[in-house]
């Protein structure tokens, strides 16, 4: 029998991995395993959600890093043999899963934005040249690694009656890798891929202090603020956890305004799973206007105090 393994660190990445192969599993005819740390969710939860056996990943001491588990997890695969293997495509995701495809000989699909089975192939699209082409693969090995981007599906929802197995998986050897000293990277800014509504700043504001006008529409709609690029990284106006784009955050709001945003490709690459995409800008051939589901041309200090004042009313 084909089988689908996903590989998730928290239990967030977990249901939505679920979610990708409760998708596919019918098709294939496979089991849904789940890999998981133990202490990040429970097995009953997995199984109820889409798994047929869940493998516990034992506790790590302190000094030895996630990626330890890798020559366990290597041993159970090449055992059971999965037709495809799902990761989050995190830092440390995309990092594991192209060790584990290193060493089982598979194929290795990263950035992977949308699957399907046909038949007896697995196909896959990743975006391409900065987001401004869709690049299609077919599996041609098995198994095959797969890394997805968060939130490119959803998470997988409790079905009634479900069964399964649970197996906790040995600990593995000391790792030659310690980690030293844990240092957290500090947020200064909200986390705004779950926000709802997204008001995103770009070049056309004049100075730093007229923000202020994009933070009011943000409040006013009951949204959070977003940037592009430049703002982010090169003036440093606002905070980098705030860049949306290739090189930042994906989100997929109902609603996104783009204030002053030209729509580069790199940048509305973040704004893909947008249900509503509205804009302002002042130049008529700027390429946000053939992107997007609503727009006005013309300077976003007139606009938008406008858009302000008939939302308040």
Request: proline content about 7%.
């Amino acid at each position: 029998m084909a089988g689908i393994w996903i590989i998730a660190e928290t239990r967030e990445q977990a249901l939505e991995l679920l979610g990708a192969g409760r998708t596919l599993a019918p098709g294939m005819g496979a089991a849904l395993t789940a890999v998981v740390r133990k202490g990040a969710g429970t097995p009953e939860d997995y199984i109820a959600r889409g798994a047929d056996e869940v493998l516990l990943l034992p506790e790590l001491p302190p000094d030895q890093p996630y990626g330890a588990h890798l020559p366990v997890i290597e041993q159970e695969a090449k055992t059971a043999l999965p037709d495809l293997i799902l990761f989050i495509s995190s830092a440390r995701g995309k990092e594991l899963a192209a060790r584990l495809a290193s060493r089982l000989g598979a194929g290795l699909c990263s950035g992977c934005t949308a699957l399907a089975f046909d038949k007896t192939s697995i196909r896959m699209e990743r975006l391409a040249y900065g987001g401004a082409a869709i690049q299609k693969l077919t599996a041609a090995v098995k198994p095959v690694v797969v890394a997805v981007p968060p939130r490119s599906f959803a998470p997988a929802q409790p079905l009634e009656g479900r069964q399964g197995k649970t197996r906790e998986l040995p600990a593995p050897p000391p790792s030659a890798v310690r980690i030293l000293e844990k240092k957290p990277k500090e947020k200064v800014a909200k986390d705004i891929t779950e926000a709802r509504v997204i008001v995103c700043a770009g070049r056309g504001f004049d100075k730093k202090e007229d923000l202020a006008l994009a933070r009011e529409l943000a409040d006013a709609l009951g949204g959070e603020l977003g940037a592009t690029r430049p703002l982010t990284e090169e003036v440093h106006w606002l905070p980098e956890d705030l860049c949306i784009g290739l090189s930042g955050v994906q989100v997929k709001p109902e609603l996104y305004v783009g204030l002053g945003v030209s729509g580069q490709i790199q940048h509305m690459t973040g704004v893909r799973g947008a249900k509503v995409v509205c804009a302002v800008n002042r130049d008529e051939n700027a390429p946000i206007f053939a992107l997007c589901d609503f727009g006005i041309v013309g300077s976003l200090y007139e606009v938008v105090p406008k858009i302000i004042e008939e939302l308040k009313k």
